[in-house]
């Protein structure tokens, strides 16, 4: 917020995501003591992200209404989505429910980050219409995180 706050910027990035791959019980305390009302210690996690997600739209817009935002998760949302795509099941490895971004509007725009070619598990192909699509039903901005390392 400090940079929001302080220089004359149009957009803010948040690069990746937040919650280790195989996170363990390191806030299993915590959940015992706060989360009441969730079934799961992963549902718990994927609320704490989405509220964080939340308060930083609200305090971006609250600032600077016209600022954009978004952030860059990983390329496979969940396995099977969409269909024939299979790799990290970001939804549970990471608590990270992009979905969830999208459709109550707390990102202006989502930038996955697909580093993968055309064809297999992880098929360019589907999974760059899959996101657009994803983005401009709930009428959010999708831009393409390419690796170009890997051009060639």
């Known amino acids: 917020m400090d940079v929001v706050k302080r220089y004359d910027i149009d957009a803010v990035h948040f690069d990746d995501y937040f919650y280790l791959?195989?996170?363990g019980s390191e806030d299993a305390k915590t959940?015992?003591?706060y989360g009441a009302g969730f079934t799961s210690i992963a549902d718990w996690r994927r609320n704490?992200?989405?509220?964080?997600?939340?308060m930083i739209n609200d305090s971006i817009k609250s600032v600077k209404p016209y600022v954009?935002?978004?952030?860059?998760?990983?390329?496979?949302w969940r396995?099977?989505?969409?269909?024939?795509?299979t790799g990290s099941d970001n939804y549970n490895a990471i608590y990270c429910d992009a979905m969830a971004w999208l459709r109550t509007q707390t990102?202006?725009?989502i930038n996955p980050q697909l580093y993968w070619a055309f064809g297999?598990?992880?098929?360019?192909?589907k999974l760059m219409p899959w996101w657009a699509d994803s983005a401009g039903v709930h009428n959010r901005h999708m831009y393409v995180g390419h690796a170009v390392y890997r051009i060639n």
């Open 79 to 85: 396995p099977g989505y969409p269909s024939g795509i």
């Open 48 to 54: 704490n992200v989405n509220t964080l997600v939340k």
């Open 68 to 76: 954009k935002w978004g952030i860059s998760p990983r390329g496979i």
């Open 31 to 33: 959940f015992q003591t």
């Open 120 to 125: 297999g598990g992880q098929d360019y192909g």
């Open 21 to 23: 791959d195989g996170m």
């Open 107 to 109: 990102i202006d725009y």
